[in-house]
């Protein structure tokens, strides 16, 4: 399994490497690495595997973060409302339409490859058109697709993309944001899963 030892860290060059695309038919290492993409990020929301292998908790994981520079990623996590699972795994993603509109995240954005608080707003578009092929984990099976994302799913896809094109969030910060309204989370039950006050973007 993947753990935080393999996740590369600020500083490294493969995060400022525009990564190469993926050429099809996918090879079978390339879809195992996606689907141990993905379980690092259902353990690390797991909280009793998250304490015992000490992750940091992540919505997003792009392929040159484990030092894979190649064109993919994986996101498992609810929107906003807590109301629709998003559990992708995307090959060669682009952005084909996006809003004028912007959107942040209240509490700034967080990356599993920064250690340090980064304080500051990261502007993003609240909704993006993307068109991408998708790995389906448990047949393994490769289409293509077109996938409509807005607000918080929409910004961590956002995040992701930049791995892959070799741009760190710390460099799109601001230390404020005028005239751009900042993603409202429902409130959970339960204080310690409010994503409201989190660095959520971690990826």
């Given amino acids: 399994m993947l753990t935080m030892k393999d996740i590369i860290r600020e500083g490294h060059p493969t995060l400022t490497k525009k990564a190469d695309p993926i ?5 079978d290492s390339i879809k195992d690495t996606l689907i141990n993409m993905r379980a690092f990020l259902i353990n690390s929301q797991d909280e009793k595997t998250r304490e015992a292998y000490e992750l940091r908790e992540g919505v997003g994981l792009a392929a040159p ?10 996101i498992h996590t609810e929107d906003e409302k807590f109301e629709t699972h998003h559990d992708y795994l995307m090959i060669n993603p682009k ?3 996006h809003s004028v509109e912007e959107t942040y995240m209240p509490g700034g954005e967080g990356c599993l490859s920064v250690d340090r608080e980064v304080e500051g707003l990261v502007p ?5 058109t993307v068109k991408t092929h998708l790995l389906d984990p448990n047949t393994k099976d490769v289409y293509e697709t077109t996938l409509k994302l807005r607000n918080f799913p929409a910004i961590v896809f956002q995040h992701e993309l930049d791995h892959i094109n070799g ?15 900042p993603i409202v989370f429902k409130p959970l039950e339960e204080p310690s899963n409010d994503n409201e006050n989190k660095k959520e973007a971690s990826s």
Avoid: C, H, W
């Fill in 167 to 181: 741009i760190m969030f710390t460099s799109r910060v601001k230390p404020t944001l005028e005239g751009i309204k």
């Fill in 65 to 74: 973060q484990i030092n894979q520079s190649l064109r993919m990623l994986a």
């Fill in 95 to 97: 952005i084909i339409a």
């Fill in 23 to 27: 050429t099809f038919p996918v090879d």
């Fill in 124 to 128: 993003r578009y609240k909704k993006v």
